[in-house]
């Protein structure tokens, strides 16, 4: 592969316009950011004052222009105005210079930045700032995305709630402060699979009457749960050992200290980059601009059109080296000894599976207590349900406050058989779940089990009773992003399950036109 030079970056997708130059390291990092009088960010406010500090910027950190060999730029996601104003300036760049253009995606570069800043290898990522909360995985040439925000994320939910009370923009760090000398109260936890939400969350804390403190403190333990909760489900189904925490809520130290007490129990690594990598920044632009250059992956100026919806599983990795060895569990999915999942560890003897949710030293006690109680009773409940209902589902024997006893399913993980035949047999099981007004809540591969060619459900911990096709669409999309972040093969996959579905259930073509909806929600906002 050709070697470049420096590599001039620029990032402006929303309130933060920054400009660095990378050559093996940083050589120039200087940002410009932007901060309205009152409200949140006003894209158009937030791309005037882009436009008025380009050129200041750009000649802080242009020291040498003979030595720049290409430029990047934020393509997307982000905001129009501010897209716009930034690719203008890295087009006149490239054409004056005559060197070549890269069109970075916002989500990659913060991974990126973060893995050379780290040194970790292969991580699962949370990727968490105002508008973005996503868990990603590389597989096969791409940034896959296990699960997202379905409604917005983490930091405009933080910034929102503070607006609310008053307080300065961005409210995040005046919330961790706050929290600090807060007590916990319940509020809404929702999670559902590798997804998750915080509208219902936000509204709650809003409306809530507790002192200030106690309010900051309740909503970050409880959202930062949620995001710590679907980080280790992803490792669980990858067999990953690595976490990394990028974007600009990651500068929260409660965040950063639940994801490492996640990681010591798992014994997993974890890693979070030095504060100047983890907001916005112009470094991360120039740095996965040089690896995109390098790899061949250059822009000509006539296709350089900025795409607010820009997402990371939509660029190619062309610079990445060879695939781990293995990003899904080998072998039986029972052994002898105990297993254990993202949330539970199952005990084997004589025929039989003892499983037992563990208490997670990462959320608060009465969170913990609360969480453990509720979804024990849940899941032997629905287990029963969906069993009257026909789907296959293990007997029980045994229930106590935080253990269900059940039989010893012997079969093949989904996991490791995704055959379009198994697949198939999947969506008719979860079509007949669906139409007794279940939903499973936690429909990845790794909870589906194949037995003499029947699927058996497992695992329903989060399952509910409903008949909502919102909450139906956001099953199948949950199995769907499985799909897309394990195999190579999910489109086909993903055909095959809807065959299944709409033989057993008649309202299977709404379900999947709203899954789609969703997906096209998760896009940023």
Same mark, same amino acid.
């Given at each position: ?100 253009? *890269? ?81 916990? !109260?319940?509020?809404?936890? !929702? ?214 006893? %059940? ?21 008719? %099981? ?8 279940? %939903? ?22 989060? *399952? ?22 394990? !195999? ?15 033989? !057993?259930?008649?309202? *299977? ?17």
């Amino acid at each position: 592969m050709p070697r470049f030079g420096q590599v001039l970056g620029i990032e402006g997708t929303a309130w933060n316009l920054s400009a660095a130059v990378f050559d093996a390291d940083l050589i120039a990092l200087v940002s410009r950011p932007y901060s309205p009088l009152h409200g949140g960010i006003h894209p158009r406010e937030a791309a005037q004052h882009h436009a008025s500090v380009m050129n200041d910027l750009i000649s802080s950190v242009l020291c040498d222009p003979e030595a720049i060999t290409g430029i990047a730029f934020s393509r997307g996601p982000g905001l129009g105005p501010c897209l716009r104003t930034v690719a203008t300036a890295a087009r006149s760049l490239a054409l004056a210079l005559d060197v070549p253009l *890269a069109g970075v995606n916002h989500c990659v570069a913060h991974v990126e930045i973060g893995r050379f800043a780290t040194g970790c290898r292969d991580p699962i990522v949370l990727y968490a700032s105002g508008a973005n909360t996503q868990v990603i995985g590389y597989l096969n040439g791409r940034y896959r995305i296990f699960g997202e925000t379905l409604d917005i994320g983490i930091g405009n939910a933080l910034d929102k709630f503070a607006r609310s009370k008053g307080l300065m923009h961005p409210g995040g760090p005046i919330i961790e402060q706050l929290a600090a000398t807060g007590t916990y !109260t319940d509020l809404p936890y !929702t999670v559902k699979g590798m997804d998750l939400a915080f509208s219902g969350l936000m509204s709650a804390a809003k409306e809530s009457k507790a002192p200030l403190e106690d309010v900051c403190c309740s909503f970050q333990e409880t959202a930062f749960a949620m995001c710590v909760e679907v980080t280790e489900r992803a490792m669980s189904l990858a067999a990953k050992d690595e976490v990394l925490l990028v974007g600009g809520v990651g500068a929260n130290n409660r965040l950063q200290e639940m994801l490492r007490a996640m990681c010591e129990d798992r014994g997993a690594q974890f890693f979070v980059p030095e504060q100047k990598y983890l907001g916005d920044n112009g470094a991360m632009i120039a740095y996965t601009g040089k690896l995109m250059l390098e790899s061949g992956q250059s822009l000509p100026v006539g296709s350089s059109q900025i795409n607010p919806s820009y997402r990371a599983d939509d660029v190619d990795v062309t610079w990445a080296g060879p695939q781990p060895a293995g990003v899904l569990q080998e072998g039986p999915p029972f052994r002898a000894g105990p297993a254990r999942g993202a949330e539970a560890i199952i005990e084997f003897e004589h025929g039989s599976a003892a499983k037992r949710r563990l208490s997670k030293r990462y959320r608060v006690p009465a969170l913990d207590r609360r969480l453990i109680a509720e979804r024990t009773r849940a899941e032997a409940r629905l287990i029963a349900a969906a069993r009257h209902a026909g789907v296959p589902t293990p007997v029980m024997s045994d229930i106590t406050a935080d253990t269900i006893v %059940m039989e010893q399913v012997e079969g093949t993980l989904l996991t490791q058989d995704l055959s379009v035949k198994n697949v198939q047999e999947a969506g008719r %099981m979860v079509g007949r779940l669906h139409s007794a007004g279940i %939903m499973h809540g936690d429909l990845t591969t790794s909870n589906m089990i194949m037995r003499d060619g029947r699927c058996v459900l497992i695992d329903f911990g989060l *399952a509910q009773v409903t008949t909502e096709i919102e909450q139906r669409g956001v099953d199948i999309h949950v199995l769907f992003q499985t799909l897309e972040s394990t !195999t190579g093969a999910a489109a086909a996959l993903k055909a095959a399950f809807c065959d299944g579905y709409q033989e !057993t259930f008649a309202g *299977a073509g709404d379900v999947i036109a709203r899954e789609h909806e969703i997906v096209l929600r998760g896009r940023y906002q």
